[in-house]
């Protein structure tokens, strides 16, 4: 797999703040690169210095496919999905895809934009009557209007209910079957799991872990929960094995769920209401760095 972009030693330095303490990563030419960590562990300065946004102190952001440094020549070939976008008042969706196309040398067909984007439901409606999940789409069309090879997504989903959530995942698969490189940064986990080939967790500044979901899950965790109710398992059986009692359920941490539940099975415990999780990166998130994502 070909690298897209190269960050190398890359840091950034505010007067008192160091926002970028010398980080390294390679992202992969068609994946879905993920860049989490809380409230201002670095992501957005990262990803605007990797834009040609903002100059970093030190270090470099290299294109591969254009063999050279990043300046803001690149916005020309690169998509951004921006956390906050202003929208002209008073223009459709359709009037503000064609002011948008204006701004651009090559775009992509408008028909086919509509279609990736699922906007032909509004295409006349007023930008200000737009729900959350119809702006996002028109803003991802936005992002996409030049028919970039490497598109920025920053926190794309913030703000949207479950199901625009869901429907919006689905359009980044789309996007991402089409070959394209998607640089996404985002605070939810579940929507890293769903999109992300490739994670950098940051916090103050640094990369603190790095690898694909399912490496980093399997590197800190070999063990499954098992939950049941409470008044189901007998307290001399909890005891004896050391669950764990929280909020009225049993909490089983297990590498071996056949076993466990052959051993509730002797032992005569009804298995209503029993549920098994795996660990995800929400619980990787807070084994790291002793505190919650969107603490
Ligand atoms: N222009 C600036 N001047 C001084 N400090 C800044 C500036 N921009 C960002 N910082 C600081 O740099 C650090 C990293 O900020 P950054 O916005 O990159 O974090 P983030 O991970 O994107 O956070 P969020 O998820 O809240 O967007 C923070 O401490 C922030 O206050």
């Not at 809380?38 to 591969?64: D, H, L, R």
């Not at 063999?67 to 956390?83: A, L």
Request: aromatic share 6%.
């Amino acid at each position: 797999m070909s690298v897209a972009i190269c960050v190398q030693a890359l840091t950034k330095q505010y007067k008192d703040v160091t926002a970028v303490n010398n980080i390294s990563f390679d992202v992969k030419q068609g994946h879905c690169f993920g860049l989490l960590g809380p409230n201002g562990a670095g992501k957005t300065t990262t990803i605007e210095i990797m834009e040609g946004i903002i100059k970093a102190s030190s270090g470099s952001v290299v294109y591969q496919h254009h063999d050279k440094e990043v300046d803001h020549n690149i916005s020309q070939q690169i998509g951004i999905q921006f956390q906050h976008t202003a929208l002209q008042d008073f223009l459709t969706v359709k009037e503000t895809l064609n002011l948008f196309a204006s701004f651009y040398q090559d775009t992509l067909p408008q028909k086919q934009l509509i279609e990736l984007c699922d906007l032909s439901g509004f295409l006349d409606r007023d930008n200000r009557l737009l729900s959350g999940g119809q702006r996002q789409r028109l803003l991802l069309a936005l992002a996409l209007i030049n028919d970039p090879e490497i598109i920025f997504l920053d926190e794309p989903t913030t703000g949207l209910d479950p199901h625009a959530r869901r429907n919006f995942w689905q359009l980044i698969k789309n996007i991402k079957g089409q070959n394209k490189t998607i640089i996404l940064t985002t605070h939810y986990m579940d929507e890293a799991e769903q999109l992300c080939d490739d994670i950098v967790i940051m916090d103050q500044g640094s990369i603190i872990e790095t690898g694909t979901p399912h490496q980093l899950l399997s590197k800190h965790f070999q063990n499954v929960f098992i939950y049941l109710p409470e008044q189901q398992v007998p307290l001399k059986l909890i005891e004896e094995n050391q669950w764990v009692i929280l909020s009225g359920r049993v909490e089983i941490t297990t590498n071996n769920v056949e076993k466990t539940l052959a051993l509730l099975m002797e032992h005569k415990v009804s298995l209503d209401g029993l549920h098994v999780k795996s660990a995800n990166l929400d619980d990787l998130f807070l084994h790291l760095t002793g505190h919650s994502l969107r603490e």
